[in-house]
Every structure is written in C-alpha cells, then in structure tokens.
C-alpha cells in the first residue's frame, strides 16, 4: 500500500515541479511595417506588432517627427494605442489632427513605441477545460511556449495511462472469463493469475492516470486564482488622472504604470 501511494505522488510532484519551471530567451517583440495615410481629415497610422505572444498586452505611444527634428505628440487619438493593445497585424491609429493643429505644413513621420508590456493570464475558470481535456486549460493560463512541460504530455500521459488501464480491465475480464470455463487445474491457476495482475495493472495505470489529470485541473485553478489576483493588482497599481491639454482637445485620460 505504501509503494502503491509513492508511485501515485509521483505524476503530481513531476507535474508542479515542471510547471514551475520555465525557459526564459530574448523578447522578439518588435514594431514593424509602420505606414500612415489621410482620411476624412485623420492621419491613420498602420502598424504590426510582430514577434509576440497572445498573452502579452502593450502600452502603445505614437508621436510624429519632422525633417527638423520636431517633435510632435498627438493628444486627440483613438484606436490601437495607449494600454491594453494585443498583439498582431494591421493595428491602426486615428489622429483627429485639426484638433491639436491649426495647420500641418512640414513633412513628418510616425514613431511607434512599446512603453511597457504586461502578461496577462486567465482565471481559475479555466480548470474546467482541463476537467474535460487535460492539458487543454494550461494554454490559457501559463505561457506554454516557455514551459519545459507542454500542455499536449499532460493530455498524452492522461489518455495513455487511463487508456492502458481500461485494456489491462478488458484483458483481465477475458482472463477471468477463460478461468470460469477452464477444467484443467494448471491451466486454471495460470489463467487466475493472469487475471488477477491484469486487473492490478488496470488499477495502478487508471489511478495513476487518473491523478495526472486530477493534479492539472487543480493545478491550472490555483495558478489562474494566483493569475486573477496578480492581474487585479496590476489594474489597480495604474493611476489615472486628468490632464489639461493647451491648444488641443480640452481634456485628456492618463494613466500611469
């Protein structure tokens, strides 16, 4: 009984240890393909955030540069900018520019830059993918690409182990089944014994298989719980307040990290 519960703590322990565990590179994450063009009086800027994960949300500035150096900081925009931005292609940004200018005669360009970048995971509810396929609510609250344990060994092991269990049961009924119909005494204990161990693989794999996927669905709740609080903290630790913009819009929505 002892050796049955040591083998059955090992799929949780392996489980934490390589969920804890994570491979850290360089961040890709770039800004690219930047373009602008008017329309109805608004400079549109386009743009690619490339390199990134679903996970990662940006805090997006835009200002324009002349050929002289000036800089220029629009105020009265909307669209893919500011916090929170995802990642992707075609990102656009609309400036209502005669709302910060009175004219625009100089040549200019648009300068996009990634202010900060923030990782945000999902909640406890998540779990219940992982209840209905193992593995499967890992990808929703970890960044799985930096994991040493994908989310597909979970589902693999979880189906494997059951699986093989659920043969080692059929096996062990088709033995026993033999057994009840055998008249010769050799051939009746050696089929008795193959039943027998058949039906104590059926149990060992089908537990152990069985806690595997038990350990990923507590697992993925207590890390999206821990997501939901980290997440909730980092909203509220952003200040906002309002700011007087001269010569432009009136007023404006900061925030600060």
Do not use: C
Not at 57 to 71: N, S
Not at 85 to 91: L, N, R, Y
Not at 200 to 206: A, G, L, P, V, Y
């Amino acid at each position: 009984m002892n050796i049955f519960r040591k083998y059955l703590s090992i799929p949780f322990f392996l489980l934490f240890l390589f969920n804890s565990i994570n491979v850290f590179g360089n961040s890709d994450v770039a800004i690219a393909n930047i373009d602008f063009y008017l329309f109805e009086n608004k400079i549109v800027t386009v743009y690619d955030i490339v390199g990134s994960n679903r996970y990662q949300r940006f805090d997006i500035k835009l200002h324009f540069e002349t050929k002289e150096g000036r800089v220029i900081t629009p105020t009265s925009i909307t669209g893919d900018v500011g916090f929170p931005v995802s990642g992707g292609e075609q990102k656009k940004i609309y400036w209502n520019v005669f709302n910060d200018l009175l004219e625009l005669t100089e040549e200019i360009k648009p300068v996009i830059t990634i202010v900060n970048t923030y990782e945000e995971f999902g909640g406890p509810a998540n779990a219940l993918l992982s209840l209905a396929v193992p593995g499967l609510g890992d990808t929703y609250v970890r960044n799985t690409k930096e994991s040493l344990l994908k989310p597909y060994f979970i589902t693999a092991a979880s189906y494997g182990l059951v699986g093989y269990g659920i043969y080692q049961k059929i096996v062990s009924n088709d033995y026993f089944g033999q057994y009840e119909n055998e008249t010769n005494q050799e051939n009746f204990d050696d089929l008795y014994n193959k039943a027998n161990t058949a039906h104590h693989d059926f149990i060992i794999f089908t537990a152990i298989g069985g806690t595997v996927w038990l350990a990923d669905v507590v697992h993925v709740a207590l890390r999206g719980k821990k997501n939901t609080t980290k997440n909730r903290e980092f909203y509220e630790n952003m200040t906002f307040h309002y700011q007087y913009v001269p010569n432009g819009s009136g007023v404006r929505l900061v925030y600060k990290f």
